[in-house]
């Protein structure tokens, strides 16, 4: 099964992204949602796989940046 994480900071961008992108994907696709402003300890591992900016979507160790909600940095 194919697992895919979406980061996101909570704002209106992120949680419209979050809102349409996501019912677009296969259900056979497992969906992790990782809001970054509540689960600060997932920063440092988003920082790690590649992630700029939320929301971003994460397939197979492939990042996708959505839109430009808000850079990593300002989530630190």
């Given at each position: 099964?194919?697992?895919?994480?979406f980061?996101h900071?909570?704002?209106?961008?992120?949680v419209?992204?979050?809102e349409?992108?996501?019912?677009?994907?296969s259900?056979?696709?497992?969906?992790?949602?990782?809001?970054?402003?509540?689960?600060?300890?997932?920063?440092?591992?988003?920082?790690?796989?590649?992630v700029k900016?939320v929301p971003?979507?994460?397939?197979?160790?492939?990042?996708?940046h959505?839109?430009?909600g808000?850079?990593?940095e300002?989530l630190?």
């Amino acid at each position: 099964m194919t697992k895919a994480r979406f980061y996101h900071a909570g704002c209106p961008v992120c949680v419209s992204a979050e809102e349409t992108l996501l019912q677009y994907l296969s259900p056979d696709v497992e969906i992790e949602v990782i809001h970054l402003g509540e689960q600060p300890d997932h920063v440092a591992e988003a920082e790690r796989i590649g992630v700029k900016s939320v929301p971003a979507l994460v397939i197979d160790g492939n990042v996708l940046h959505i839109n430009f909600g808000a850079p990593i940095e300002a989530l630190k």
